[in-house]
C-alpha cells in the first residue's frame, strides 16, 4: 500500500523516521510506504489541494490514499482555521467526496506533539520553566506550541534558540512516541487512520 502525506515543511519531515518506526512495531508485514510531501510552508488549499490530491490518486504511480497534516496554526489573523473540526471540515469540502483523501491536523502546530516530552525540552534548553498547563494540544492561537518552546530555548542557558528541525529530532531521539500519542487525541486520531487503512489494530 502506498500512502502519501502532504505535510507543511521542516518539522514533520524529521517526523517522518519516528513514525515509520512506531508504526513498523504496530504493523509487521503491512507496513505501508508513506511517501512525504512538504510544502515548506502551509499545506496547499481550495482547489489547488483538490488538484493535488487527485493528481496523487490518479497518477502514473497512483497512490492508494492521501493524507493531508495542516497545523490549526496559521500565523495569520484572523487565523485561517479557528479549531481542529473547522480545519478537517474545510480540507474535505476542497477536496470533495473522495473516501482515499484523510484531512488530519496538529492542534494548533506540530510541537503540541512535542510538549509532553517537556523534562527534555528542559535539560537541551538548560531552564526549568514551568510545562504549559493542560492538555497538549489544547495550547491555542494566542500562545501556541512552537512559541512556548522557542521561549525556553531564549531563556535557556543554551548556545541558540530553538531550531525546529535540529532540535524536534534532538527532543524526539530520547522519546517514545506511544507517549505523546496518549496525550494528544489528534495525534492519535492521525497516527490511527494509518494503522486502520493497514489492517491494524485501532489505539484506543
Not at 510544502?39 to 492508494?64: Q, S, W
Not at 489573523?77 to 481542529?84: E, L, Q, R, T
Request: aromatic share 8%; hydrophobic share 35%; proline share 7%.
Amino acid at each position: 500500500m502506498i500512502i502519501v502525506l502532504l505535510v507543511e515543511g521542516k518539522t514533520e519531515m524529521v517526523f517522518k523516521d519516528y513514525l515509520r518506526k512506531y508504526l513498523e512495531n504496530r504493523l509487521q508485514g503491512n507496513m505501508p510506504k508513506l511517501v512525504f510531501h512538504p510544502y515548506h510552508g502551509r499545506i496547499p488549499t481550495n482547489e489547488r489541494l483538490k488538484r493535488i490530491v487527485t493528481n496523487h490518486l490518479n497518477g502514473k504511480n497512483p497512490a492508494d490514499h492521501v493524507i493531508a497534516l495542516t497545523d490549526v496554526y496559521t500565523g495569520t489573523s484572523p487565523p485561517v482555521f479557528s479549531d481542529a473540526a473547522e480545519a478537517k471540515a474545510k480540507m474535505r469540502d476542497w477536496v470533495g467526496t473522495e473516501e482515499r483523501f484523510h484531512p488530519h491536523v496538529a492542534l494548533y502546530d506540530f510541537e503540541s506533539w512535542l510538549l509532553p516530552f517537556w523534562p527534555t525540552i528542559q535539560r537541551l534548553a538548560k531552564h526549568k520553566k514551568n510545562v504549559p498547563s493542560g492538555v497538549p494540544e489544547a495550547v491555542n492561537h494566542n500562545k501556541p506550541p512552537s512559541y512556548h518552546i522557542r521561549e525556553i530555548f531564549e531563556i535557556g542557558q543554551g548556545r541558540d534558540s530553538y531550531s525546529k528541525p535540529r532540535d524536534a529530532k534532538r527532543i524526539l531521539n530520547d522519546n517514545d512516541l506511544s507517549i505523546a500519542i496518549d496525550r494528544c487525541p489528534e495525534l492519535k486520531s492521525f497516527i490511527n487512520t494509518i494503522l486502520l487503512l493497514c489492517g491494524g489494530t485501532k489505539i484506543l
